[in-house]
């Protein structure tokens, strides 16, 4: 079972106001099981605010391997530069996730995927929980 929890970052400057929303996913360990993260409700399980352009319309996939373990890939959007930087970290891991890379996710652990917009304002983060 793969857990995320998801919360929009508003960053320095926003609203006294504003607050980050916060939502839950969770998906069983099966082979070809997948969930994406990004702007687009239709396609993504885990939606951010529309008019946050640094994130792509399907910015993550979190995909079931056939031995059950997890992997995050960084899916290429329609820009050949992106507007963000994505880290993941695990422990006293941590590792930049490349532009179109796949990496691993620690199998029965827990961590962080920050996708953090260039400027520096605002990020999503994505916490997961590989329960074995």
């Known amino acids: ?14 609203d006294a106001g504003a ?3 916060m939502t839950l996913a969770e ?18 399980r ?3 605010p529309e008019d946050w352009l640094f994130v792509s319309r399907v910015h993550l996939e979190f995909r079931c391997g056939p031995d059950g373990t997890w992997q995050l890939t960084w899916l290429r959007g329609s820009r050949p530069d992106p507007a963000s930087e994505v880290r993941l970290t695990y422990g006293p891991h941590a590792q930049a996730v490349g532009y ?6 620690p199998r ?11 400027s520096g304002r605002r990020s999503v983060n994505v916490g997961f929980f590989h329960e074995v």
Do not use: N
């Open 1 to 14: 079972m793969l857990e995320l929890t998801m919360v929009a970052v508003p960053g320095a400057g926003a």
């Open 19 to 21: 607050t980050a929303g």
């Open 27 to 44: 998906l069983p360990s099966e082979p070809g099981s997948a969930l994406r993260v990004g702007r687009d409700a239709g396609v993504c």
């Open 46 to 48: 885990l939606v951010t």
């Open 100 to 105: 179109g890379a796949t990496v691993p996710l």
């Open 108 to 118: 029965g652990g827990a961590g962080e995927i920050v996708v953090q917009e260039r």
